[in-house]
T-cell receptor, first 117, second 111 residues
Framework: DVKVTQSSRYLVKRTGEKVFLECVQD?????MFWYRQDPGLGLRLIYF???????EKGDIPEGYSVSREKKERFSLILESASTNQTSMYLC????????????????FGQGTRLTVV | SQQGEEDPQALSIQEGENATMNCSYK?????LQWYRQNSGRGLVHLIL?????REKHSGRLRVTLDTSKKSSSLLITASRAADTASYFC???????????FGGGTRVLVKP
């Protein structure tokens, strides 16, 4: 059974703290993604990675950074948490579209609800 | 703004009716996907349509894609109360590695 695991379901952090959200997948996927989900705004892409040590900015990267030292793990870092980063954070992974792999279905973790106080 | 925008934002129908939702996007895509999210849970993949396809079926789901209009539609036939969820379209970039979602359509199926 394929799985994307996020390290925490709920987190409460103080303003200014450095926050790490961890995501691990066991499907040998090249692509990994971090989204935040807010009511009425759908899922917004923060960062994605298509290979180890490779990363690209999504639509809302400000205030965030990422790390991908191993293929199975993709970390989202809030350098200095602020109250406007209170949100649901979703991690996902998928194969890239290539000549060999044409199913780019994404698998999602259960999400981390982060509250910054 | 987001790559995908769904319409309508919310939809309320009776059990047995069909539900149709639309998605528009801005840039070239490799494929378009639809996902469902039940309240408080993660997203689940429903169906994928490639940029060179025009229509695809899976069970009670029918997806169309018009790349000239940069739009897609998802039809759920003979809806059930269990179809109550939020539905999202997502586009995979032409390069094949960036997956961008829209704002979603909330569907309520009344028994």
């Amino acid at each position: 059974d394929v799985k994307v695991t996020q390290s925490s379901r709920y987190l409460v952090k103080r303003t200014g703290e450095k926050v790490f959200l961890e995501c691990v997948q066991d499907m040998d996927h090249e692509n990994m993604f971090w989204y935040r989900q807010d009511p009425g705004l759908g899922l917004r892409l923060i960062y994605f990675s298509y290979d180890v040590k490779m990363k690209e900015k999504g639509d809302i990267p400000e205030g965030y950074s990422v790390s991908r030292e191993k293929k199975e793990r993709f970390s989202l870092i809030l350098e200095s948490a602020s109250t406007n980063q209170t949100s649901m954070y979703l991690c996902a992974s998928s194969f890239p579209w290539t000549g060999r792999t044409q199913n780019t279905e994404a698998f999602f973790g259960q999400g981390t609800r982060l509250t910054v106080v | 703004s987001q790559q995908g925008e769904e319409d309508p934002q919310a939809l309320s129908i009776q059990e047995g009716e069909n539900a149709t939702m639309n998605c528009s996007y801005k840039t070239s895509i490799n494929n378009l996907q639809w996902y469902r999210q039940n309240s408080g849970r993660g997203l689940v993949h429903l169906i994928l349509i490639r940029s060179n396809e025009r229509e695809k079926h899976s069970g009670r789901l029918r997806v169309t894609l018009d790349t000239s209009k940069k739009s897609s539609s998802l039809l759920i036939t003979a809806s059930r109360a269990a179809d109550t969820a939020s539905y999202f379209c997502a586009t995979m970039s032409a390069a094949g590695n960036k997956l961008t979602f829209g704002g979603g359509t909330r569907v309520l199926v009344k028994p």
